[in-house]
Structure formats: structure tokens, C-alpha cells
């Protein structure tokens, strides 16, 4: 599988400021990839570098195996956090506006948005201005606008703030849909729990630097630290506590850590053969949030330290 | 079609078919001509309050003549005697008893008449009755001293200086060319003035807005902030281009129609304080319109549109800089647009001096001067300014016309991403220097 966008070594300053402190990392074609960070890392900076609106100091960008170049921004589909549209067009005038400067004729622009509309059931918006809309009605424009021209890859920043759950979900549903279709998606956030649910990979940006990059699943694998959960009846065996390490105990559930993943099944027979009634069994793996918090105290100590 | 262009016609398009242009476009002679109407009827009111006088010929000055009645004053010769008139005031029907004393000495300049009213007369009364005692007081001492009429109207001698060129194959100008041509020269300094300021304005605005809006970032991951930039200053130009053109058009048709409608003619305004008789006037106004038409329109007019693009491209960008700088607060940015007003008013006043002495250092030195120039020569071209120096002007105008696009262009592109923050103007000069 080729890489949509590969980053090599970027580095952006801003007068004493290293907003970017080389970052390299891949995001392989066809994904959803989690852009992630502290308020302050350096994201959006890493996002105006992707979508060319500043450029790199130094190192080099790749999109689609391809150094980024000034054709490269109708190839991509930017959804800023800090958004808006102008307030006096009328809601098709405007899309087809931004789809004609995203490269698009005004013919296929304007076959997009009917598709659109009529996907989201909203067609009696042409005619409607921005301000006569509602917040999420106007997020709902403003992420037809991004998507409008195909792009290969598709940026978001924080897009689900500022949308109401039932907005929120239907944007979601399209973005894996998107995913389906093709598009490379990247999602900048710093809330961990949906990043969880949507991403395949993720970079962790803290300080300007990359802290921590690669599939999600591999990654919580890498910080397990090998926790149990068993729910049970009965009592256990007393000289439990003498062979694992019990991490917390409640009336009807403990949490063991073991050496090793492979005592698990060890741990189960034991447990069975005492005739103790076992509701369920369950490995404890880290959340993004918490591999997140440790890694950036960690490297806020580490610059500390310095 | 490119994507400068589409943002130009965005631009130009949402501003036209806003129904406050349509309005201001429309409205903006109207109004015009409500005042011109109004300001005429002013002029030409007269007082209706009628008033009727009484004179006591002391002096025997009026020699049974009595003053022709005229706007609504009435004279009346009156035999019975002062004390008489005041006793019994209320039942002779007079407004006002005028008594004319003797002249003692037909030498003296000054001669004091007296006018008994139970109120003081207004102003207007008491200039016409200065006016017909004047009047009749000359002729009475021209009868006293035994002057030759004739001979004393030709002591009013009216002076002109006719201008001839030395070149005797030089064109021969009237004593009109330079009070016409300073007449031009301020009307075109004045537009010039007003343009530079609604039309910046309007760019610095429009860019706060886009800032403030968050479409900015949006419209930035497609363009270049330069084009974005480039592509308001253009679009608003135009529309300053239309709005202007479509004046042009209409306030004088607006003008023309009024004064079918109201028969007012604005010349009588002037020439009815001005005693010239009309023949006069008429020589008068088709000397000034041969004056008007021999002016050298062809280079006068594309110069004018030359400097306004000049003058307008020079000061919106600079207003684009500005507003990119500025948050939603207008107050706070007053700070940055004096440095930019300032200029223009200086240029504004320095025209004043320019159409008087067109051809004083100040005014030359100040029509090449780029800052100053898109007011100043527009003023000065109707005196035919040498060649040398409309080239001059011309090209330091355009390379700094092209400077400030560029540089604010570096100003813009690091203030349309900067939320929060307060802005001095010693950053603004430090984003010029910012990479990319």
C-alpha cells in the first residue's frame, strides 16, 4: 500500500518559536489518520505546511509520491477549525464559488452539490443565504464545500466541534464512506475517544515534535501492561494473591497483572478449577487518552529534565 | 476561467447586485438634485412680508419723486409732520416713517437718514431702503454739484487682463483658462479624495469581515492570500468604476430634468448677487464653455483614470494591510488607518494651494511624490503641466503602485491567520520580512 502523504524532517519557525521541530511521518493511502496533539503542539502549523498555505523551513513534503507544488491544494480538502462562509451568498452561489476555485467547471460543480443536497435531503437550499441558516445547517454546507471536488486527501480540523450528535454522526457516516470511496482522511484533534473509534493510524505531535506515530491497534498493544479483569461469584482462592500480582480487588472483580500475556489461559484454568464462578475475562488496554497523557507529561519532563 | 478572475467577479458581482448599491448608486444624484432644487428655492425666496413707509422729505432730496415700489416695499410720500405721525402711528397704516434730512454740504461722504418703526427694521428691509435712499441721493447730488452724467459713469472703469502667449504661434488663452482650469482641478482633486476613501474603506471592511467571518483559512487552502488580496482590490475598483461612471451619467441628466421641471436656473443664483447684466453673463458663460471645450480632454481624461487606478490600487492595498491586521473591533485599528488618512488629507489640502499656483514647487514637487500625486496632478493637468513632469509622476506612481500591492500582499498574508492579538504598527513592518 503507497503512502498518500509522506513528511520528511519538516521544520517551521515562527521568529524564536519552533512551531515545528523536524516531524516525519507517513499516512498510508486509503486511511483515516489521527493528527494528534496537545492545544499548542503544532498541528494547525503541520496542516497550513500539507495544505501549502505556508511553507516549510525546511524538509520536504510528498503528496500522492509527488513534492508539494502549487497544483497539489485542488487535490486536497481542507476543513479548517476556525471556519466560516460569507454570510450574504446564497448557499449554491457560494459552493459552486468555492468548488470553481478548488478547479472544478462551473457544470461539474454544480453536478456535485445537487448530489450532495440530494444526499443530505437539503435541496431547497440553493436559493437560501448562509445567515438564514443554522450552525450545524451551516457546518453541514461548509463540509460539502470541502469534499465538493474529489479530493484525495481530505483534512479536517476538529470537525465535530460545534456539532450536535445527530450531525456529528451523519458527518462521520460520510467520512467513512469517503474512506470507502478511496479518500485518505486526516483528523486533527485532541479528543482521544473519537480518534479511538475513527482512526487507523495516528502521529502524536507534542512541542512541535513527533512523539509517537502508527497503527492504533500496534500502539496499544506496545502499552499494554498486560491487566485482567475477571468478574466472578464465589470466593478465590486465598493463595491468589501469592502467585499474581492483583492490581485492585472489589467485591466481585479484581484486576490482576501478569508477567506476560501467555499466563492469561494459565490464569483462567486456575481460576476454573477452583470452582469459582467466572462472569467474564477481559484484557485491559490502555486508551489513546492515556498513552496520550503519558507520553506528553513524559516529554514535558524529558524537556524539563533539559 | 482562472482563479483571480473568479474572485474578481465575486467580488464585483455580491457588491453590485447589493441592494445598498443599487440604492447609494441611485439615490446619490437624486439627492443631488433635491438640493440643488431646494438651494434654489432659497435663493429665489423673497420676503412676502409686505411693508408700507412713510417719507418725510426734509432736504427736498427726492424732489417729488418717490422711489419705485419693489419687493414688497412700499413708499409713500408724506406731508404731515413727524410728531403727528408717531402720535397718531396706528391709525396712518404705515409700517415705518423714513425722514430724510437736508444734505448741509454736498462734499461729505456720509449721510445719515432716519427710520422710526415700533420695531427695528430686519435686515433685508433695511438694506433696500439703504439701497433706493443711495439711488436717490446720487442723483441729487449730481443735479447739486452740476456733474456731467455721462462723464461719471465713465470713471467705472472695468479691468481685465487678457493672457497672450510670446509665442505668437502659441495658443492664445482668455482671462477665463485659469480660473476654469482651477475649477477642473479641484473637482477632479475632490473626487479623487473621496474615491481613494470610500473605495479603500470599502477593501479595508471587506477584509476584516473575511477575517472575522473564519472564511478566510477556507479560502486560503485554495489561493494564494496574494490573489485573494489582488482579486478584492480589483473587484471593489470596479465597482468604484461603475458607481462613478453611472454618476457621471445620471447627475447631470438628473440635474437637466429638474431644472426642466422647476425652471430654475442655478446661473441666475450667481449672477443675481453679481450686477452684471445679462448680456454679460451670456458672453460670460459661452466664453467659459468654449474655455471648457478647448481643454485637451483626450490627455486630461485617460490621465485622470490613470492616476484614480493609481491613486485607488496605491491606498487600498494599504487598507487591505491594515484590515488584515485588525480584529472585529474598529476602534482599535484607528491606530493603523492614521498613518494611511493622514496622507491623503495633507494631499487634499496641498491640491487647494496646487490649483492656485500650479506651478509652485510645492504643488510640482508634490504631484510627482507618489503618496501625494493621485490627488494633487489630477488638479494641476487642466494647467498643462510640462511633459516631464506627467511622465515623471506617471512612472514613480506606477513602480510604487506595484511596491505597496507586494508588500502589502506580506503584510496580508500573515494578518488574515493572526486571531487575538493586538497588532502595532512596528509588527506590521516586522510581517513585511516574514518567510513564507
Not at chain 1, 490464569?267 to 467466572?278: A, C, F, P, R, S
Not at chain 2, 473637482?187 to 473621496?194: D, H, R
Not at chain 2, 506606477?398 to 506580506?410: E, K, M
Amino acid at each position: 500500500m503507497s503512502n498518500i502523504l509522506r513528511l520528511e524532517d519538516v521544520v517551521k519557525t515562527y521568529e524564536k518559536q519552533i512551531a515545528v521541530n523536524r516531524v516525519s511521518f507517513t499516512v498510508p493511502r486509503g486511511t483515516i489518520f489521527g493528527l494528534l496533539g496537545p492545544n499548542g503542539a503544532g498541528k494547525t502549523s503541520l496542516i497550513r505546511i500539507i495544505t501549502t498555505i505556508t511553507k516549510a523551513d525546511a524538509g520536504t513534503v510528498w503528496l500522492d509520491e509527488e513534492k508539494l507544488n502549487n497544483r497539489h491544494p485542488e487535490q486536497i480538502g481542507y476543513m479548517p477549525e476556525e471556519r466560516g462562509l460569507y454570510k450574504k451568498m446564497k448557499v449554491g452561489e457560494h459552493l459552486l464559488y468555492l468548488g470553481q476555485l478548488k478547479g472544478l467547471s462551473k457544470a461539474a460543480a454544480k453536478q456535485e452539490i445537487k448530489h450532495w443536497f440530494e444526499k443530505f435531503a437539503i435541496t431547497d437550499w440553493w436559493e437560501k443565504k448562509i445567515e438564514e441558516l443554522s450552525k450545524g445547517m451551516q457546518q453541514k454546507a461548509q463540509f460539502i464545500a470541502t469534499v465538493l471536488h474529489r479530493p484525495k486527501l481530505l483534512i479536517l480540523d476538529e470537525p465535530f466541534s460545534g456539532l450536535d450528535p445527530i450531525n456529528a454522526n451523519l458527518i462521520k457516516d460520510e467520512i467513512y464512506e469517503l474512506k470507502q470511496n478511496g479518500t485518505s482522511i486526516i483528523f486533527s484533534t485532541h479528543r482521544m475517544e473519537q480518534v479511538e473509534e475513527i482512526c487507523d493510524n495516528i502521529v502524536l505531535i507534542n512541542k512541535g515534535q513527533n512523539v509517537l506515530d502508527g497503527n492504533v491497534k500496534q500502539i496499544k498493544n506496545n502499552f499494554k501492561e498486560n491487566l485482567f479483569k475477571v468478574e466472578y461469584e464465589g470466593t478465590l482462592p486465598p493463595d491468589l494473591a501469592g502467585r499474581v500480582n492483583i492490581v485492585k480487588q472489589t467485591d466481585a472483580s479484581i484486576i490482576v497483572q501478569l508477567s506476560e500475556e501467555s499466563q492469561s489461559n494459565q490464569l483462567l484454568q486456575n481460576l476454573l478449577k477452583t470452582g469459582v464462578y467466572i462472569r467474564s475475562f477481559n484484557e485491559i488496554l490502555p486508551t489513546l487518552n492515556e498513552i496520550f497523557i503519558k507520553q506528553v507529561t513524559d516529554t514535558n519532563q524529558d524537556v524539563l529534565v533539559r | 476561467m482562472n482563479k483571480l478572475g473568479l474572485i474578481i467577479k465575486r467580488e464585483y458581482l455580491t457588491r453590485v447586485k447589493r441592494r445598498s448599491f443599487i440604492l447609494a448608486t441611485i439615490l446619490t444624484p437624486l439627492g443631488f438634485a433635491v438640493f440643488f432644487v431646494v438651494v434654489g428655492f432659497i435663493f429665489q425666496y423673497q420676503s412676502d412680508d409686505s411693508k408700507r413707509v412713510a417719507i418725510i422729505d426734509e432736504g427736498n432730496i427726492l424732489k417729488g419723486i418717490v422711489p419705485p415700489n419693489e419687493r414688497n416695499l412700499y413708499f409713500k410720500s408724506e406731508r404731515t409732520d413727524l410728531a403727528t405721525l408717531r402720535k397718531d402711528f396706528k391709525n396712518y397704516d404705515y409700517d415705518g416713517i423714513l425722514v430724510l434730512p437736508a444734505v448741509k454740504n454736498l462734499f461729505n461722504k456720509n449721510y445719515t437718514a432716519y427710520y422710526y418703526s415700533p420695531e427695528p427694521p430686519t435686515l433685508d428691509v433695511e438694506t433696500l431702503i439703504k439701497d433706493r435712499v443711495d439711488n436717490s441721493l446720487r442723483d441729487y447730488k449730481i443735479e447739486g454739484l452740476k456733474l456731467e452724467r455721462k462723464q461719471l459713469e465713465a470713471l467705472d472703469t472695468r479691468v481685465e487682463i487678457e493672457p497672450e502667449p510670446i509665442d505668437p504661434e502659441g495658443e492664445d488663452a482668455t482671462n477665463l483658462t485659469s480660473a476654469i482650469a482651477a475649477g477642473i482641478g479641484s473637482l477632479m482633486g475632490i473626487i479623487m479624495y473621496m474615491t481613494v476613501f470610500i473605495y479603500g474603506m470599502m477593501v479595508m471592511r471587506s477584509v476584516m469581515e473575511e477575517k472575522t467571518s473564519r472564511i478566510v483559512e477556507v479560502m486560503i487552502s485554495s489561493v494564494k492570500p496574494f490573489q485573494l488580496m489582488l482579486g478584492k482590490i480589483i473587484g471593489v475598483g470596479a465597482v468604484g468604476l461603475t458607481q462613478v461612471a453611472i454618476w457621471a451619467i445620471l447627475i447631470p441628466l438628473i440635474s437637466l430634468l429638474v431644472n426642466l421641471l422647476f425652471g430654475f436656473d442655478a446661473g441666475r443664483v450667481q449672477t443675481a448677487s453679481t450686477q452684471i447684466n445679462p448680456g454679460d453673463t451670456e458672453a460670460l458663460v459661452a466664453l467659459a464653455m468654449q474655455e471648457f471645450s478647448s481643454q485637451n480632454w483626450w490627455l486630461i481624461l485617460p490621465l485622470f483614470i490613470l492616476y484614480f487606478l493609481g491613486g485607488y490600487f496605491l491606498y487600498s492595498s494599504l487598507f487591505a494591510a491594515v484590515g488584515s491586521a485588525m480584529g472585529d473591533d474598529l476602534g482599535e485599528g484607528q491606530a493603523l488607518t492614521l498613518p494611511i488618512t493622514i496622507p491623503v488629507i495633507i494631499a487634499f489640502y496641498i491640491m487647494f494651494v496646487a490649483v492656485q499656483a500650479p506651478n509652485s514647487s510645492l504643488a510640482v514637487w508634490s504631484s510627482i511624490f507618489p503618496l501625494f500625486s493621485p490627488i494633487v496632478m489630477p488638479a494641476r493637468l487642466a494647467f498643462g503641466p510640462p511633459a516631464w513632469q506627467i511622465i515623471l509622476s506617471v512612472g514613480v506612481l506606477a513602480a510604487t503602485c506595484v511596491f505597496f500591492v507586494w508588500l502589502s500582499g506580506r503584510i496580508y498574508r500573515v494578518g488574515i491567520l493572526l486571531y487575538g492579538k493586538k497588532v502595532t504598527m512596528k509588527e506590521l513592518g516586522k510581517w513585511m520580512f516574514y518567510k513564507e
